[in-house]
């Protein structure tokens, strides 16, 4: 349990830095919008590239992918469908909120969590591929053509090929596929740019807080219950269901594949709000509740199901 706490003593300490530069206004109003665009557009492709250009093939296609996979899936699609229902959100709110309640912090929490709480960071590995690979080209898309206010085809098509988060991940899953060995000289530069990412990310997360009560009046208090529901609750319990009675997982496995359900909402999910300025209360009120659940959840799992 030492690693859980450590993991997220040393995230909520760079989250407080951020929240008292933030209170002390030292950066001025724009900062949180310069550095998020720093992370989207710069530091989070460098990391993206360098982790997929250096993952081993065998751990990001395991049997553990399917279970991650249908887990997520599910509380997205419900989060959407409750939402469209009851509350008739719109497709960028519905879009953010799917993610609050789906994507998992697998970077800043899930490879800390990997390595001091199961012993292997790579099993984090298939969830980061499947979210960068499969999960995030199709939320952005259907950000960008909805935000942008007109469907065109070609914008819809040439999505992909626009977004920065995409293209390193694709180009870093090429080299890895074929094989290429890159010299220091050529895959330092990422290393170096991809170390600010995290901590960027982080001290954005804690910008953002400053001048903000959770669950304020206004800020869509059920859209952030609801999805801190599917994320922290049901999303655990799907992925325990059919690990252990679908796909007859047992041991490291299924601890592993619940644990990876039981991480928070990825920070990224703000930063997606943030780049098009929609649902932002959702995204870090979903975050931050989340962030604060997992210590508690994750402690629960590791006593129920750890080998």
Sequence with gaps: ????????????????VGYVVGRLGVLG???????????FFVFLPALLFSVMAEADLAE??????????????????????????????????????????????????????????????????????????????????????TTSGRLSIG????????????????????????????????????????????????????????????????????DVLLAVILKSIVMPLVAWGLGALAFGLDGVALFTVVVLAALPTAQNVYTYAARYQTAMPLARDSGLITTALAVPILIVVAALLAP
């Design 29 to 39: 109003p724009t900062a949180t919008v310069v550095l998020g665009r720093a992370a």
């Design 60 to 145: 990001l296609f395991s049997a553990l992918l399917p279970v991650s996979a249908i887990a997520a899936l599910s509380c997205m699609l419900a989060f959407v469908l409750l939402a469209r229902l009851l509350w008739r959100r719109g497709a960028p709110a519905l879009t953010i909120g799917a993610l609050a309640s789906g994507y998992v912090n697998a970077n800043n929490i899930g490879l800390p969590v990997a390595a001091y709480v199961i012993g292997d960071p790579t099993l984090v590995a298939p969830v980061i591929l499947l979210q960068l690979v499969v999960f995030a080209p199709i939320a952005l898309t259907i950000l960008d053509v």
């Design 155 to 222: 914008r819809v098509l040439t999505q992909p090929v626009r977004n920065p988060l995409i293209i390193a991940s694709v180009l870093g899953l090429v080299v890895a596929l074929i094989g290429v060995d890159l010299p220091d000289p050529v895959v330092e530069p990422f290393r170096l740019l991809g170390a600010a990412a995290v901590p960027t990310v982080l001290f954005v997360f804690g910008l953002s807080l400053h001048g903000r009560r959770i669950l304020e009046p206004g800020s869509g208090r059920r």
């Design 1 to 16: 349990m030492a690693g859980v706490l450590i993991g997220f003593a040393i995230i909520g300490s760079v989250i407080a």
